[in-house]
């Protein structure tokens, strides 16, 4: 996918002076040789850090080797000032782990005591007011280890993502659409740089693309795409051309920056003036690796690009929409699959999920803007069921007062149709029913949920944790018998 950052990780050994150095760089070239012949590639630092000189020349080798992400690797003790003046000095963003003992043979020259040596780092990070990924038990073998730096790697990916993330916006939200507020202080605290600007902007933007060589170029590849679904090719010339002028303007607006998400208009006046809806070509360049969101929902572009970079694949942004209808769950879910009626729910949009993540799919009008509006100015929607398949619903989003918050809940779409309208799954979470009152209506969340297709709840969940998301504020769909705090404990 393209819009996406690599992350090149380096592991730097440390040790403290009074602890054997050798012991140190022997566990480091275990751990790089189980993480090569598990995952592949990672970057040895040969410098192993006893004190400050030599962070600095373990910084400079690692700046020299292009290492954008760091683990501080605590094969003994380690040096408390000087591994913390690494993850301090380095440019993006560490893991802190430590090596477990080897060998009940070997306690006296070859005991490590890294696994006291990480409470001394863990404490000096604090005192420095110092962001670095700590796993759930951060002391492993080397194969242990190498497991850990690998779930390290989609953490440090969203991490250098957001430092170099714009969101480009236009128009403001429409009416009684007040939920999806954006306070952009916390955009800023994150490292995310906002670009807002007119629907008038884009509306010029697109009639200067009018007759642009390139339109029969992307209406042949949504021919492909669409194939038997195409049942709107009148329209298709109107959303290549407005495909191109989104891609034209993300070139020419990006600045410094180097990867973009969309918070783009698409009611009440875009279809009329348009004359189309931009479902379909937001559902295609997401599945590019350029989120966007629908209706101006900025917060619901950051929660996109953040599961794309995480997922490495295409997500979504749906409505957490309706009930499904007892009948249905009475004849095609009970006894079928484990969930309660109230596990379960419809997520929907128009039609902006990408052909990929859909059962089927054909390119037909919104029937909603349809009952008040001529049906030919908004044809443009991808219409079908979603795949089943494990599925992660969580969002980031500022309060209106700029506290950030979160959730995360981790499901499946279930392989039961819809029979409705629109991009649309039945989608279960264990415990819906008291995640939906308790998180969702009493954390004040707008209606619109990111999905990640796939389950990417441990990774999203140490990336909020990252960002300085509380972690009281990172919400989940607790299982039975665990209460939430607000709720009623005589029910």
């Known amino acids: 996918m393209m819009n996406m950052p690599k992350e090149k990780i380096g592991v730097v050994a440390v040790s403290r002076d009074c602890f054997p150095m050798t012991l140190s760089?022997?566990?480091?070239?275990?751990?790089?040789?189980?993480?090569?012949?598990?995952?592949?590639?990672?970057?040895?630092?040969?410098?192993?850090?006893?004190?400050?000189?030599?962070?600095?020349?373990?910084?400079?080798?690692?700046?020299?080797?292009?290492?954008?992400?760091?683990?501080?690797?605590?094969?003994?003790?380690g040096p408390e000032t000087p591994e913390t003046l690494l993850v301090k000095e380095f440019d993006g963003p560490a893991m802190v782990v430590a090596a477990a003992e080897e060998t009940g043979d070997n306690l006296i020259q070859g005991r490590g005591d890294a696994y006291c040596g990480m409470l001394n780092a863990s404490y000096n990070l604090k005192l420095r007011s110092l962001k670095a990924y700590i796993p759930e038990y951060p002391v492993g073998t080397a194969a242990?280890?190498?497991?850990?730096?690998?779930?390290?790697?989609?953490?440090?990916?969203?991490?250098?993502?957001?430092?170099?993330?714009?969101?480009?916006?236009?128009?403001?939200?429409?009416?009684?659409?007040?939920?999806?507020?954006?306070?952009?202080?916390q955009l800023y605290n994150l490292g995310v740089e906002i670009e807002e600007n007119s629907e008038l902007d884009l509306y010029e933007a697109f009639h200067k693309h009018a007759g642009d060589s390139r339109i029969p170029g992307i209406?042949?590849?949504?021919?492909?795409?669409?194939?038997?679904?195409?049942k709107k090719p009148e329209i298709?010339?109107?959303?290549?051309?407005?495909?191109?002028?989104?891609?034209?303007?993300?070139?020419?607006?990006?600045?410094?920056?180097?990867?973009?998400?969309?918070?783009?208009?698409?009611?009440?006046?875009?279809?009329?003036?348009?004359?189309?809806?931009?479902?379909?070509?937001?559902?295609?360049?997401?599945?590019?690796?350029?989120?966007?969101?629908?209706?101006?929902?900025?917060?619901?572009?950051?929660?996109?690009?953040?599961?794309?970079?995480?997922?490495?694949?295409?997500?979504?942004?749906?409505?957490i929409n309706n009930s499904v209808p007892a009948d249905m769950y009475e004849s095609e879910i009970k006894g079928k699959y484990g969930y309660t009626l109230k596990d379960t729910f419809m997520g929907f949009h128009c039609g902006n999920t990408a052909s990929g993540k859909l059962s089927f799919c054909e390119m037909k009008y919104q029937l909603i803007m349809a009952r008040s509006l001529p049906e030919e100015v908004t044809q443009g929607t991808?219409?079908?069921?979603?795949?089943?398949?494990?599925?992660?619903?969580?969002?980031?989003?500022?309060?209106?007062?700029?506290?950030?918050?979160?959730?995360?809940?981790?499901?499946?779409?279930?392989?039961?149709?819809?029979?409705?309208?629109?991009?649309?799954?039945?989608?279960?979470?264990p415990e819906m029913g008291r995640f939906y009152r308790h998180v969702l209506i009493e954390k004040n969340y707008p209606h619109h949920g990111a999905v990640a297709f796939g389950h990417f709840g441990k990774p999203l969940y140490e990336v909020f944790k990252y960002l300085g998301v509380p972690v009281e504020e990172i919400g989940f769909n607790q299982p039975k018998g665990m209460r939430y705090p607000t709720e009623n404990p005589f029910c």
């Open 236 to 319: 298709l010339a109107k959303l290549a051309q407005y495909e191109i002028t989104l891609t034209d303007w993300v070139e020419a607006h990006k600045g410094s920056r180097r990867y973009v998400a969309i918070a783009g208009k698409c009611w009440p006046a875009f279809q009329t003036q348009f004359g189309f809806v931009p479902c379909y070509v937001n559902s295609r360049l997401t599945q590019q690796g350029i989120p966007v969101s629908c209706e101006v929902d900025i917060y619901g572009a950051l929660s996109e690009f953040i599961g794309t970079v995480i997922s490495q694949d295409a997500v979504t942004l749906l409505d």
């Open 382 to 429: 991808l219409e079908g069921d979603i795949a089943p398949g494990d599925i992660t619903f969580y969002r980031l989003q500022s309060t209106s007062d700029a506290r950030l918050r979160a959730y995360i809940a981790q499901g499946e779409v279930l392989p039961v149709a819809t029979r409705s309208f629109g991009a649309i799954g039945i989608f279960a979470i």
């Open 25 to 77: 760089v022997s566990r480091r070239n275990a751990v790089i040789k189980a993480y090569q012949e598990k995952y592949g590639q990672i970057y040895e630092c040969p410098v192993c850090v006893e004190n400050e000189t030599h962070m600095q020349e373990a910084l400079k080798d690692l700046q020299e080797a292009g290492c954008n992400a760091m683990v501080v690797y605590l094969g003994n003790f």
């Open 144 to 185: 242990e280890c190498a497991d850990m730096i690998h779930e390290f790697s989609p953490i440090a990916r969203a991490i250098l993502g957001l430092r170099s993330l714009k969101i480009i916006s236009f128009g403001p939200r429409p009416e009684n659409f007040l939920a999806c507020n954006a306070p952009i202080q």
């Open 219 to 230: 209406v042949a590849q949504m021919e492909e795409e669409l194939g038997q679904g195409n």
